[in-house]
């Protein structure tokens, strides 16, 4: 059962932000101080909305918030879920709240788009109210959701006070950062807290007074972050308490010098920090039933030499990748198949690759010798309709420097807004079909690669004008022939014709008439 909120009339203590960017957030304890609401023991998930969103999150140490969409099927599997965690975690204590926003309604829109970049459904957890947040990274499973949020709903770091809770605590599974402190110092440990707090959505935290009890590493004679990993060397040591460089030590060591990607669920984390890491991505793609004996050891020393140089390897089996690899317009029958994914977002691949050309390939990609890698659409045999298709391969060509007034739109296959725009654009191309100035075209924004540096595209459909000059106008008017008419003539750089009808309308009061839907 699900409510509509009204607004709270009294706030708890809210904890100082001390970093922010996908990080979690300082917040000892969860519990909602000085709530005022009166809730029914029934009622379990929260409806906020764009009345009551900024005034709750406010009032909250803690609040799980799920942005979703109605026809979305995967928010729709996430419900039953969701709802069933709400009503557990209810009684939770402290209470852990969770709670949902509609992202297709017109006045939430925007204010849910700084959280769902990725689409729906997107879970966010905000603490301390809602000065920081950070992204849920459990499973969308009923237990799974129930289970990681009693965690993040718990302290930051555990204590060891023996040699069983050290083995409890660190199982040799995963990572966990360890800050040990033989002395006391007050600006040190607080330091450590509030990093624990900052980082404990993508690692464990512990903290002892005595090294002794740590399975791994020697005793040491002043405050020290020991960090244990199941891989490499184990564990490494840092003793420098300021919070970027104690970030920075656990994000560069919690990187294997090659990741695995394959079936076992315990590998993912390490997965996980690999996606996140700075510096270039190497990814190896193979059949790891045939091919694993061959490249393994090959591929393992190119990752040690490569040490330090801003670069990071995975090897994964081709049949677990295949939706990363689909996602780059690529396929499992091409492998092995080594792909570059450099800093600055430039792509490289080599299909079929062999073991003995894999560090002469990375070197060429490396001095820019090699043809960057583009996903793209095949480019169509036909294409005689008023609005043209453009893909990755023909976008420069046809929009960046066809030298006429284009008209892009950014669309998505199967997104309902899309489809109910398509016959507006159909319309808008045949009114300038004399027009030889004016181009309306529209490109799949998810099969094609498209240069972020020049659209930014964070829902469907999107439309951008580009001039015959090489300015770049974006439409965020109402979607009706009319409005986006005027803002072509408006925006173009050649003169339009004469003979040309334009609406007695302005842009503005056309965008007034009905608010713009986009999907994310």
């Known amino acids: 059962m699900v409510r509509k909120l009204g607004v709270m009339a009294n706030s708890g203590s809210i904890f100082t932000t001390l970093l922010v960017v996908v990080v979690a957030l300082l917040a000892v304890s969860a519990e909602n101080e000085g709530d005022k609401i009166v809730q029914s023991k029934e009622e379990f998930v929260w409806t906020l909305d764009h009345t009551n969103f900024s005034d709750i999150i406010s009032h909250h140490k803690m609040i799980v918030v799920e942005f979703y969409a109605p026809l979305c099927g995967y928010c729709q599997q996430l419900e039953p879920k969701y709802e069933q965690a709400a009503s557990v975690l209810n009684s939770h204590d402290p209470p852990v709240i969770l709670a949902k926003m509609d992202t297709t ?44 949020l009693k965690k993040h709903a718990g302290p930051a770091s555990l204590e060891i006070k023996s040699k069983e ?41 512990v903290h002892t007074l005595d090294a002794k009890l740590l399975p791994r590493g020697g005793l040491v004679d002043k405050p020290s972050i020991r960090l244990f990993k199941p891989f490499d060397e184990l564990y490494a040591d840092f003793e420098d308490f300021q919070l970027e460089a104690m970030q920075n030590f656990i ?56 040490k330090g140089k801003e670069a990071n390897f995975l090897l994964g089996d081709a049949e677990t990748g295949k939706r990363a690899l689909q996602y780059f317009g690529l396929d499992t029958d091409q492998a092995p ?59 420069e060509d046809m929009v960046l420097n066809s030298g006429k007034d284009v008209l892009v739109e950014f669309y998505r296959l199967g997104c309902k807004y899309c489809e109910e725009f398509t016959p507006v654009l159909d319309e808008i191309a045949l009114s300038f079909e004399k027009d030889p100035d004016v181009l309306i075209v529209k490109i799949d924004g998810t099969e094609n690669d498209i240069p972020r540096d020049l ?66």
């Open 337 to 395: 198949l080594v792909f570059l994914l450099s800093m600055d977002g430039t792509k490289y691949v080599q299909r079929h690759v062999q073991p003995d050309n894999l560090a002469s390939w990375l070197k060429d990609c490396k001095d820019g010798k090699l043809k960057p890698y583009l996903k793209s659409q095949p480019i169509p045999e036909v294409n005689n309709e008023p609005v043209k298709v453009v893909v990755a391969e023909t976008l």
């Open 105 to 148: 309604i017109p006045e939430n829109a925007a204010l849910a788009r700084n959280y769902t970049l990725n689409g729906v459904p997107n879970i966010r957890i905000f603490r301390n109210g809602g000065k920081t947040v950070h992204e849920y990274k459990g499973t969308r499973e009923t237990e799974g959701i129930i289970a990681y």
């Open 251 to 306: 994000e560069e060591t919690s990187v294997p010098i090659m990741a695995i990607l394959d079936d076992n669920p315990e590998n993912q984390q390490f997965v996980n920090h690999f996606l996140h890491s700075l510096g270039d991505k190497v990814f190896l793609f193979l059949n790891f039933s045939t091919d694993l004996d061959a490249f393994k050891s090959k591929y393992y020393d190119l990752a040690v030499s490569y």
């Open 455 to 520: 659209f930014e595209v964070q829902g469907f459909p999107t439309l951008y004008l580009r001039s015959a000059t090489g300015s770049l106008s974006r439409f965020d008017g109402n979607r009706t022939k009319e409005a986006i008419i005027e803002f072509i003539q408006t925006n173009r750089g050649t003169p339009a014709p004469s003979n040309f009808v334009k609406s007695d309308l302005t842009v503005s009061e056309m965008a007034q008439k009905e608010p713009v839907k986009d999907e994310l």
């Open 165 to 205: 809770d050290a083995a409890n605590l660190i199982d040799g599974k995963k990572i966990v950062v360890a800050g040990i402190f033989p002395e006391l110092s007050l600006e040190k440990i607080q330091n450590f807290t509030a990093l624990a707090e900052d980082l404990r959505v993508d690692y464990d935290f």
